[in-house]
């Protein structure tokens, strides 16, 4: 599951204003601003989606197209809309008039920027769920479609509120932390942080228990014969109930989960399940999200001197985090996780000694996503890419090696670059910069005291002169 690069850019921002004084700009013009935002956004979304819905076709590769060109322009239309509101005068305006003693509190001014960000951007969800009702399969109600965006936008927040309110107590305590320290115990807590969020992803998402005890008993013997072990297994409600999905979560027990969605259990068959079951138990026994967790730790750890360099700047922090963060996903991390996904394909087929099931699977997905088993997304092969090499593979031992061997060295390869960066990033570059500082003042006294000692001497010199 990949964080909305639109909440980042909220939180970037939110983190870079908390320190500003309030504007003098009213409440009640702060207040009104903010709803004249949201009505904005939700005119020009909705002007949006009845061009759209005029369209005779909307199941065609071109309309696919357009609709999600348009859907990426209306979540940079709401972050872009939340900035400008922030920017100049909404946080510190209703605390500074409404209650003057919380307007610098840094942990009460992030909350009300996200509210204010979610406000926005539930006036962009509203004319669009006339759209997606049509273009998604599922019954949806108003409620449900907006609950369903809610969650898949906003799981940030699970890390992210306990996270601002870590970082409030450590600058509290800054005085008697070093700059070192700090980075050590800020990387520790998002660990912990992480490896806890699946609990959170669990309760956020409305996950409840799987009762089918025959299919239960079935994914449990699946797992002890892969020989990893999860806490749970759950049924994921993705809003409409015929959308076929899984997920694992969680790199680390006890908080491991397998999530299944009500769509997945009523349309596949029996072992089709299973397929797509070892297929997601594959990612986690090749340990592709604590990889994926450490590529994120060590990108988050590189962009700390752009933050450092430009933070009086913050509209270049944003620019800058954001086309990180674009850069890496789209290209490094959608380079990983293309082929571990096709590792994870033949994890499947290796542990259920058939290819067919996960085959089978993957085709009535692809039905039921409106026939796109040609279709690849910037992350995923196409579904009939992927049927093709699990086939192929399967029945060919060398090329099934060869793509196994290759993938394995450019992992540790990759690994050993991470390594080096978090060494670099955490180990010397401190120590070595205050040690040479305070080396250079050091010789910067010394020969300035050599120069006082020197005139003293002369000045001895000229008064008592030596036989």
């Not at 933070?311 to 959608?334: E, P």
């Not at 039905?367 to 890419?385: C, D, K, P, Q, V």
Request: aromatic content about 14%; some cysteine; proline content about 3%.
């Amino acid at each position: 599951m990949l964080l909305p690069l639109e909440t980042i850019a909220i939180i970037l921002y939110l983190a870079s204003i908390s320190s500003q004084s309030a504007s003098k700009l009213n409440l009640t013009y702060s207040l009104l601003s903010i709803l004249a935002a949201g009505l904005f956004c939700l005119l020009l979304v909705g002007l949006q989606t009845i061009l759209l819905l005029k369209r005779e076709k909307l199941y065609t590769k071109r309309s696919r197209l357009l609709i999600s060109i348009c859907s990426s322009a209306n979540k940079a239309l709401g972050c872009i809309a939340a900035i400008i509101i922030l920017h100049y005068y909404a946080v510190y305006n209703i605390y500074n008039f409404a209650v003057p003693k919380l307007s610098g509190n840094y942990l009460l001014q992030n909350i009300t920027g996200m509210l204010i960000y979610i406000f926005i951007a539930i006036c962009c969800w509203l004319p669009w769920f006339y759209l997606h009702r049509r273009t998604n399969p599922g019954s949806w109600t108003l409620w449900s479609y907006l609950l369903h965006r809610f969650r898949y936008t906003f799981f940030i927040l699970g890390l992210w509120l306990p996270g601002i309110v870590l970082n409030d107590y450590l600058d509290s305590e800054q005085n008697l932390i070093s700059g070192e320290q700090l980075e050590i115990i800020s990387t520790a807590l998002f660990l912990l942080l992480a490896w806890v969020f699946p609990l959170f992803l669990r309760k956020f998402w409305g996950c409840t228990p799987l009762e089918d005890q025959e299919l239960k008993k079935q994914i449990q013997a699946l797992t002890a014969k892969a020989g990893v072990k999860i806490k749970g297994i759950y049924l994921w409600n993705l809003g409409g109930k015929s959308i076929p999905n899984a997920a694992m979560v969680g790199f680390l027990p006890p908080f491991q989960y397998l999530f299944i969605s009500h769509g997945l259990v009523n349309r596949l068959r029996e072992d089709e399940i299973l397929g797509v079951i070892a297929h997601e138990i594959g990612h986690l026994k090749k340990r592709h999200i604590l990889f994926y967790l450490l590529m994120s730790i060590t990108v988050l750890s590189a962009c700390e001197p752009l933050i450092s360099i430009f933070l009086q700047n913050r509209i270049y922090v944003i620019l800058g985090l954001i086309g990180v963060f674009f850069l890496y996903i789209r290209f490094v991390f959608a380079w990983f996780s293309r082929r571990f996904e096709r590792e994870a394909d033949l994890f499947s087929a290796e542990l259920l000694k058939d290819f067919r099931p996960l085959w089978r699977g993957l085709e009535r997905i692809g039905l039921a996503y409106g026939n796109m088993r040609s279709e690849a997304s910037w992350h995923h092969y196409g579904i009939a890419e992927r049927t093709r090499f699990l086939e192929e593979s399967y029945y060919n031992g060398t090329m099934r090696k060869h793509f196994k061997r290759n993938l394995n060295l450019l992992r540790l390869a990759a690994l050993a670059v991470f390594i080096c960066l978090l060494t670099l990033i955490f180990y010397p570059s401190h120590p070595i910069h205050s040690s040479s500082i305070e080396t250079s003042d050091y010789n910067s006294e010394t020969h300035h005291l050599n120069q006082q000692d020197w005139l003293e001497i002369k000045t001895l010199l000229g008064k008592h002169k030596l036989p």
